[in-house]
């Protein structure tokens, strides 16, 4: 019988609870420094492990990925948004939507995408006042949402975005404090904070629902969402029914804008505070586009800004943690992880690890010039599970530093504090509040 991991005292009652709700990032990366890279808690009546090596890592997400399934507590949590979907489902019944979706974002298919990013930086961009203060945390979700959106859904969302933006922002919010309860309020119960949940998502609902019938009405649009109703699963023939289609839209629109915001909010927030990081990718940007708009060729050409985006990563992944639920006991690094505790894969904790990482807490976007990232880094995850839209994000992610470097220095607002929220994405404690000035 393989030995239980070690870990740090807890509450005999509670176990780690208060630090997991307080103070998770300190918890997980002292507990990763005192105890090694498989560390057990306990959060209530739960057990869990953070593992923290790239080889356990790998065992997890990918050569024993049917072993750890997603039934976990914050797939459950995000489930009662967009109920069984690609990023919830697990089995056949996420095989089969991962063979239908993935050729919508097929790389080909992504470089039609870039002109509606463009167009819809510019927007934003052209409402910026050079000099005065504005939060560009809560601008990149903006900006993304209105991406997601155009590209997802087709240009109908454009009415309804302010609305749909803070009602999915208020869900999102929503299922990230349920997470840390380790027993949450019933669903059923009329609390104010479930109703007001009920209402934000019968209103994206709605929502969706008709841009649905607006496609089903006319099939010459051309979005993801045609893409997702025109195809076909190649083993059955089956596709997919309007529910689903649902679920899918409305899972695109959760996973796919958050993440690409806070990871573009990190990379403006380090280039503030790193003015040789800063010269280097504006020198570039300059030199690869001058003043006009990005064409796809220039993309592969944009290094230096590509590395800066992959350090902010680094540093602060977006996806701070992923959790999976062992089926069956199973020993990892000599120890127990037994049937249905969880396990934790934290990008933040393993992408700062002394041993794969030279001066693991400096900011410094040339450790991924021309080479190819290590095991120890990813912000994408690993394994079956890997994210969909990696090359959506990273694509966006460099239209959008490129163009909004091509127009403006961003500096920090005099005493803004730069630090990090985890919430269901690593956000930014304070926003990010800085003023553009023109080139
Ligand atoms: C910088 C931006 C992004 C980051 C850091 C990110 C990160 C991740 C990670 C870590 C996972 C794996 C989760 C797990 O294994 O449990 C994932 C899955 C997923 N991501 Fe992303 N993501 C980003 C952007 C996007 C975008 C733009 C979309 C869609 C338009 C998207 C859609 C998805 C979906 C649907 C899954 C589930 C895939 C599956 O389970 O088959 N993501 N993402």
């Given amino acids: 019988m393989p030995d239980r991991a070690p870990g740090p005292p807890g509450d005999r009652w509670f176990g780690h609870l208060r630090a997991f709700r307080h103070d998770v990032l300190g918890l997980l990366t002292g507990a990763a420094r005192d105890h090694g890279d498989i560390v057990r808690f306990r959060v209530g009546p739960l057990v869990t492990h953070l593992v923290n090596h790239p080889e356990h890592v790998s065992h997890v997400l990918q050569a024993r990925a049917r072993v750890y399934d997603k039934q976990t507590r914050s797939t459950a949590a995000i489930a009662a948004i967009c109920a069984e979907s690609l990023l919830t489902a697990t089995g056949p019944a996420w095989e089969s939507r991962r063979r239908l979706i993935q050729p919508s974002f097929h790389r080909a298919r992504l470089a039609h995408l870039a002109g509606t990013m463009t167009d819809c930086i510019d927007a934003r961009l052209a409402r910026w006042r050079p000099g005065t203060v504005l939060d560009v945390a809560s601008e990149m979700m903006g900006v993304t949402f209105a991406i997601v959106g155009r590209t997802v859904l087709g240009a109908d969302v454009s009415g309804d975005a302010p609305a749909v933006e803070s009602e999915v922002g208020r869900l999102l919010a929503h299922v990230f404090e349920r997470w840390g309860q380790p027993l949450p309020v019933p669903r059923w119960l009329p609390t104010p904070s479930n109703r007001r949940f009920a209402r934000d998502l019968a209103a994206v609902d709605r929502v969706v629902a008709r841009i649905i019938a607006e496609h089903r009405a006319d099939a010459s649009r051309d979005s993801l969402l045609s893409m997702l109703m025109a195809a076909r699963d190649a083993e059955t023939g089956a596709a997919f029914t309007d529910a689903e289609l649902r679920h899918e839209t409305l899972t695109m629109l959760l996973a796919g804008h958050e993440t690409t915001a806070s990871a573009v909010a990190w990379t403006f927030a380090l280039l503030a505070q790193h003015p040789d990081a800063e010269a280097r990718v504006s020198a570039e940007v300059r030199s690869v586009l001058g003043g006009r708009r990005p064409a796809l060729d220039d993309l592969v050409k944009l290094t230096a800004t590509t590395s800066a985006i992959q350090e902010a990563m680094r540093l602060y992944p977006p996806i701070w943690a992923i959790e999976r639920r062992a089926v069956h006991d199973d020993e990892i690094g000599g120890f127990a992880i037994p049937a249905g505790s969880s396990v934790i894969v934290s990008p933040f ?91």
């Fill in 349 to 439: 904790v393993l992408h700062r690890h002394p041993a794969f990482w030279r001066e693991a807490d400096r900011f410094d976007p040339a450790r991924f010039d021309g080479v190819k990232a290590p095991p120890a880094y990813l912000p994408f995850g690993a394994g079956p599970r890997y994210c969909i839209g990696h090359e959506f994000a990273m694509l966006e992610a460099r239209l959008i530093v490129a163009r909004v470097l091509q127009r403006f220095r961003l500096e920090l607002a005099p005493g803004h504090v730069v630090a990090p929220l985890p919430s269901l994405t690593l956000r930014l404690r304070h926003g990010l509040r800085m003023a553009p000035h023109a080139h």
